[in-house]
């Protein structure tokens, strides 16, 4: 099955996620959601599918974590 989404789709949705916003925009469309809970199941549907055109070698959606120091 074909990926229909692209990485800055997918980036478009994480944005809105970190903002708190039910609205994302993405060029020249808009797309309202119902709730955060549906826009983390999206979220998830499009890594999923978004892993698989890379060549399906991950078996689960790449994570990136911040670490934070004081510099002390």
Same mark, same amino acid.
């Given at each position: ?6 990485? @800055?789709?997918? !980036?478009? &949705?994480?944005? $809105? /996620?970190? =903002?708190?916003?039910?609205?994302? %925009?993405?060029?020249?469309? @808009?797309? =309202?959601? #119902?709730? &955060?809970? !549906? *826009?983390? %199941?999206? %979220?998830? /549907? *499009? @890594? !999923?599918?978004? $892993?698989?055109? !890379?060549? +399906?070698?991950?078996?689960?959606? #790449?994570? &990136? /974590?911040?670490?934070?120091?004081? +510099?002390?």
């Amino acid at each position: 099955m074909a990926c229909s989404w692209t990485q @800055e789709q997918l !980036d478009a &949705l994480n944005a $809105a /996620i970190a =903002e708190g916003a039910l609205r994302v %925009k993405y060029q020249d469309k @808009e797309v =309202e959601y #119902r709730s &955060l809970s !549906d *826009m983390l %199941k999206l %979220k998830q /549907i *499009m @890594e !999923d599918c978004l $892993a698989q055109q !890379d060549g +399906g070698n991950n078996s689960g959606s #790449r994570r &990136l /974590i911040g670490v934070y120091g004081s +510099g002390l």
